[in-house]
């Protein structure tokens, strides 16, 4: 196991668009989070999921946005109608229920809506 | 409102000298402190944590000590190499919230040979 995976690493879409990125966890991993980073900011969570119930979501994800893990392995992340202020770093980490405080990020998906 | 502060954005450093890099925090429910470092086009990597009932935690080359009464804490790099060139973010969370780790800025840090 390589570790975290996520694809695309780069997004260039146009405003209004729809996006979709993919997350690949740890395979033993059951809690599955995704986080924002916009320039000059720390990564912001956005929610996490225990196996394939997303158990938290934070206000910064807005209607648009739609996470799912269905089948408690992989994850998307889906954002509807982009806008300009969704240009950010698309961070999916995973942990080890339990061990939550380490967990472990992939590179991220780079998102940029022009 | 910005619950996780690293006010330096950047740090240079000898090598071989100390990094010190500082973290305040506002949240009287944090108790679990943490500290990761990114690489350019890399994810974030946990590196070392404190638990709020201590004030020292010591890895290797890494330590972070906490000061609850002044909300503050720092992570301390000795000796420092040049592959320590990285960002630091410190990051904090809460019991019965473990699973949501508030961020700070971030701080740059050059070592330089």
């Not at chain 1, 119930?53 to 269905?70: C, I, T, W």
């Not at chain 2, 740090?11 to 973290?23: F, T």
Request: charged residues 20%.
């Amino acid at each position: 196991d390589t570790g975290v995976s996520q694809d695309p690493r780069h997004k260039i879409t146009k405003r209004g668009q729809n996006v979709t990125f993919r997350c690949d966890p740890i395979s033993e991993h059951n809690r599955l989070y995704w986080y924002r980073q916009t320039l000059g900011q720390g990564p912001e969570f956005l929610t996490y999921f225990q196996n394939e119930a997303q158990l938290e979501k934070s206000r910064l994800l807005s209607d648009r946005f739609s996470a799912e893990r269905p089948k408690g392995s992989f994850s998307t992340l889906e954002i509807q109608r982009t806008e300009q202020g969704d240009s950010a770093m698309y961070l999916c980490a995973s942990s080890l229920q339990g061990m939550d405080t380490e967990a472990f990020f992939g590179q991220g998906t780079r998102l940029t809506v022009v | 409102d910005q619950q996780v502060k690293q006010n330096s954005p950047s740090l240079s450093v000898q090598e071989g000298r100390i990094s010190i890099l500082n973290c305040d925090y506002t949240n009287s429910m944090f108790d679990y402190f943490l500290w990761y470092k990114k690489y350019p086009a890399e994810g974030p990597t946990f590196l070392i944590s404190i638990s709020s009932i201590k004030d020292k935690n010591e890895d290797g080359r890494f330590t972070v000590f906490l000061n609850k009464s002044a909300k503050h804490l720092s992570l301390h790099i000795v000796p420092s190499q040049p592959g320590d060139s990285a960002v630091y973010f410190c990051a904090a969370t809460y019991s019965g919230g473990y699973q949501k780790v508030t961020f700070g800025t971030g701080t740059k840090l050059q070592v330089i040979p």
